[in-house]
């Protein structure tokens, strides 16, 4: 069992800077796969960056890449997402998301969080 708790969510003017964290709680954090995803009001929600387990591996939507950064700290069981150069497409409730590779990518992992809302004005 893995519980996550997102933060780091707020207000912020096109092309400034936010960073998430997802606190997990759990002894086998850094077993999973650890992905963000987001969904804006209206829209399905989409994938937008995941992490290895070790870190050694990343990947980003084509969306955020160059702007968005994943990262994660084992030692604290946490995991980030730097968010630079927002745009206000990026407004949505952003969801932490635990698992293998194959259910996280796909976006049917088990372990989700409760998200935390990034609004972003022009």
């Known amino acids: 069992q893995v519980q996550l708790v997102e933060s780091g969510g707020g207000l912020v003017q096109a092309g400034g800077s936010l960073r998430l964290s997802c606190a997990a709680s759990?002894?086998?954090?850094?077993?999973?796969?650890m992905g963000w995803f987001r969904q804006a009001p209206g829209k399905e929600r989409e994938f937008v960056a995941a992490i290895s387990w070790s870190g050694g591996s990343t990947r980003n939507a084509d969306s955020v890449k160059g702007r968005f950064t994943i990262s994660r700290d084992n030692a604290k069981n946490t995991v980030y997402l730097q968010m630079n150069n927002l745009k206000p497409e990026d407004t949505a409730v952003y969801y932490c998301?635990?698992?293998?590779?194959?259910?996280?990518?796909?976006?049917?992992?088990?372990?989700w969080g409760q998200g935390t809302q990034v609004t972003v004005s022009s």
């Open positions: 998301t635990a698992d293998n590779p194959l259910k996280v990518y796909s976006g049917r992992s088990d372990y």
């Open positions: 759990g002894r086998t954090f850094s077993s999973y796969t």
